[in-house]
């Protein structure tokens, strides 16, 4: 059973290196959030961050989505524990305005 929530990406971090253990290479992208949820009418909000799956980290920008998650069990450090994983992001609302580049000089 999944979950879906709204969820406001803010920035994407990469982080790579070499894997101690295996000696192999590895990419991470992090996604910064904001979880805005409500339960019996109280909102709370929760900032933090997840990681992404390298199916959506190359399409995903910053702005509003609705997040859809599973519980999945954890790696690395988070061995044994159970974590979310996204599986689904899908724009939510209003699309954030991107910056416009810069006119060129004539």
Request: overall charge positive; aromatic content about 2%; some cysteine.
């Amino acid at each position: 059973m999944s979950s879906k929530q709204k969820l406001t990406i803010i920035a994407i971090n990469v982080r790579s290196g070499v894997a101690q253990k295996t000696g192999r290479p590895y990419t991470i992208h992090e996604a910064q959030c904001i979880l805005e949820q409500s339960k019996d009418g109280v909102s709370n909000v929760v900032v933090g961050v997840i990681n992404l799956p390298d199916v959506l980290a190359k399409e995903v920008q910053p702005g509003d989505y609705l997040a859809e998650f599973l519980l999945a069990q954890g790696s690395g450090q988070d061995a044994g524990r159970l974590v979310p994983r996204i599986t689904s992001l899908v724009p939510h609302g209003n699309p954030r305005p991107q910056p416009k580049p810069e006119a060129k000089a004539a």
